[in-house]
C-alpha cells in the first residue's frame, strides 16, 4: 500500500534532521513512527540512502524490534499473550474467539479502524493467564466474556 505525499515528505524531512547524528537509525525509527504511525515499507530505502546504510540493515532493524509497525495500525491495539503460561490457561481458545469475534486475523486491523489484534510472548502476568493488553492497560484471566467486554469498551465493532 503506498503512503501519502505528505507521509512521505515528513519522512524525507526526519531523515535530513537525524542523517548526521551518531546512531541515528533507532531515533529516527522512533520519530517516523510518532509522525506517520507506522514506519512503511517504501520508507526504508529513504531511510537506507539518508543514512548510508543497506536496505537489509534497515529493514532487520526494523523487523527485530517488534514495536515498530509496518503497517497503519487501528486507534485501539489489542494483544493477547501466546505465551506458555497463558497457554496452558486457555489462550489458544481465547485467540480463536478473539479473531472470530474481531473478524480479522493477528496483524490486521478492523474495517472501521478501531482495533489492530496483535499476538504479544508474555506481558509478564502469568500468575494471572490467560493476559490480554489493550493498549497501555494489562487485562489478566481474560476468557470470551470478558474479551467481549473490553472490546465493547473499545466502541467498536465486535
Ligand atoms: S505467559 Fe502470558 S503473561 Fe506470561
Redesign the pocket.
Known amino acids: 500500500m503506498g503512503i501519502s505525499q505528505n507521509e512521505q515528505q515528513s519522512i524525507s524531512d526526519l531523515v535530513d534532521q537525524y542523517k548526521d547524528l551518531p546512531g541515528a537509525l533507532l531515533p529516527l525509527l522512533h520519530a517516523i513512527q510518532g509522525e506517520v504511525g507506522y514506519v512503511p515499507d517504501s520508507a526504508v530505502a529513504t531511510i537506507a540512502l539518508g543514512l548510508n546504510l543497506s536496505r537489509a540493515e534497515v529493514h532487520g532493524v526494523v523487523s527485530f524490534y517488534h514495536d515498530f509497525k509496518t503497517h497503519p495500525v487501528g486507534r485501539n491495539t489489542v494483544q493477547i499473550?501466546r505465551?506458555?503460561?497463558?497457554q496452558a490457561m486457555g489462550?489458544r481458545e481465547l485467540e480463536a474467539h478473539a479473531k472470530a469475534a474481531l473478524g480479522i486475523d493477528y496483524h490486521e486491523t478492523t474495517a472501521d479502524g478501531n482495533i489492530t489484534l496483535e499476538p504479544v510472548y508474555?506481558?509478564?502476568?502469568?500468575a494471572c493467564?490467560?493476559?490480554v493488553r489493550v493498549n497501555d492497560d494489562i487485562v489478566a484471566r481474560v476468557d470470551s466474556a470478558r474479551f467481549n467486554e473490553l472490546v465493547a469498551n473499545l466502541g467498536g465493532s465486535q
Open positions: 499473550c505465551a506458555e503460561a497463558c489462550s508474555c506481558l509478564g502476568n502469568c493467564s490467560p493476559s
